[in-house]
C-alpha cells in the first residue's frame, strides 16, 4: 500500500502537467485566432480570386477574339494590325494589374494585422499611435479610393464585349430555331439577310474584308472554340472584374473604419495624459499642504 500511494500521485501530477498544457496550447491558439483580421483575410482572398478570374480569363479571351477576327471579319493583315497592338497593348496591362493587386492586397493585409494587434494592445493599456501609422493607413485609404473607382470603370468597360458576344450568340441561336423563316408579320426571312458586321463597333476599319458574317458562315463562327471559349471567358472575367471592385470597397470600409479608430485612440490618451496630470497635480497639491500643517502644528 505505501508503494502505490506514491505512485498514484505521480500519476495525478502527471495528468496535471499535461492538462496544463493542453490549456496553455489552446489559450495560445485562442490569442492567435484573436488576431487575425478576419475582414482584411475574407477581402484578400475575393480580390486574389477576381484578380486572378479577370487577368487570366480576360488574357486568353482577348487572344481568342483577335484569333476569330483575323479568321473570319478581317483576313488581310493590315486591316487589324491596329488592333492586334490594342490588344497585346491591353494583355501587357492585365500583366501589371495582376502582379500590383497581388502586391497590394498583401500589404492591405498586413495593415490588417497591425490595427488588429494595436487593438488588443489599448484592450490592455499599452497602445500609443503614432502619426505616421495614421497618415499610412489614409494614404491607403485614398489609394484604395481611387483603385475602387478605377476597377468599377474597368467592371463597365468589361460588359462591352460581353454584350456584342451575346448579341452575336442570340443571333445564331435564332437562326437555329424551327420558326425562324416565318417573322410575326408572315413575310419570308432568307438565312443570307441576317449577318453580324463588327465593323460598326469600331473595332475594325470600314474597308476592311470581308468585315462581316452573314447566314451560313455566321453560324459556322458561332461553331467555333475561339467564340465559344471567349464568349465564357469574357463572362467569367466580367464577373472577375465586379469581384475585384466588391473586395477594394470592402477594403475600403476596413481602412475607413481602422483610420476612425486610430484617431479616437489618439483622443482618449491624450484626454487620458491630461487627466493624469491633473490628477498628480492635485496630490502635490494636497501633499504640500499636508507639509505645511503638519510644519506649523510642530
Given at each position: 500500500m505505501d508503494g502505490t500511494k506514491p505512485a498514484m500521485e505521480s500519476n495525478a501530477e502527471d495528468t496535471q502537467d499535461e492538462g496544463q498544457e493542453s490549456k496553455g496550447c489552446f489559450e495560445c491558439c485562442i490569442k492567435c485566432l484573436g488576431g487575425v483580421p478576419y475582414a482584411s483575410l475574407v477581402a484578400t482572398i475575393l480580390c486574389f480570386s477576381g484578380v486572378a478570374l479577370f487577368c487570366g480569363c480576360g488574357h486568353v479571351a482577348l487572344t481568342g477574339t483577335l484569333t476569330m477576327l483575323e479568321n473570319h471579319f478581317s483576313t488581310v493583315t493590315t486591316d487589324h494590325a491596329t488592333l492586334t497592338t490594342v490588344i497585346q497593348i491591353f494583355q501587357y496591362i492585365i500583366y501589371g494589374i495582376a502582379s500590383f493587386f497581388f502586391v497590394y492586397a498583401i500589404i492591405l493585409l498586413a495593415e490588417g494585422f497591425y490595427t488588429t494587434?494595436?487593438?488588443?494592445?489599448?484592450?490592455?493599456?499599452?497602445?500609443?499611435?503614432?502619426?505616421?501609422?495614421?497618415?499610412?493607413?489614409?494614404?491607403?485609404?485614398?489609394?484604395?479610393?481611387?483603385?475602387?473607382?478605377?476597377?468599377?470603370?474597368?467592371?463597365?468597360?468589361?460588359?462591352?464585349?460581353?454584350?456584342?458576344?451575346?448579341?452575336?450568340?442570340?443571333?445564331?441561336?435564332?437562326?437555329?430555331?424551327?420558326?425562324f423563316y416565318n417573322n410575326i408579320t408572315g413575310i419570308t426571312t432568307t438565312l443570307d439577310s441576317i449577318c453580324v458586321d463588327v465593323r460598326q463597333y469600331g473595332i475594325i476599319p470600314w474597308n476592311a474584308t470581308p468585315g462581316k458574317a452573314c447566314g451560313a458562315t455566321l453560324g459556322d463562327i458561332c461553331d467555333t472554340s475561339e467564340f465559344y471559349l471567349s464568349y465564357h471567358l469574357y463572362i467569367v472575367a466580367f464577373a472577375g472584374a465586379g469581384a475585384t471592385a466588391i473586395a477594394l470597397i470592402h477594403y475600403l470600409m476596413i481602412l475607413a473604419a481602422n483610420w476612425a479608430y486610430l484617431r479616437s485612440a489618439v483622443s482618449t490618451h491624450e484626454y487620458q495624459d491630461i487627466k493624469t496630470k491633473d490628477d498628480q497635480d492635485v496630490e502635490a497639491e494636497a501633499r504640500s499642504k499636508d507639509g505645511q500643517n503638519s510644519s506649523s502644528y510642530s
Open positions: 494587434s494595436a487593438i488588443k494592445k489599448e484592450l490592455q493599456s499599452d497602445f500609443k499611435t503614432t502619426a505616421c501609422g495614421r497618415c499610412i493607413t489614409a494614404f491607403f485609404m485614398f489609394l484604395t479610393y481611387i483603385l475602387a473607382l478605377a476597377f468599377l470603370a474597368i467592371f463597365c468597360f468589361t460588359a462591352i464585349p460581353v454584350f456584342l458576344f451575346f448579341n452575336m450568340w442570340n443571333t445564331c441561336a435564332a437562326m437555329r430555331s424551327p420558326d
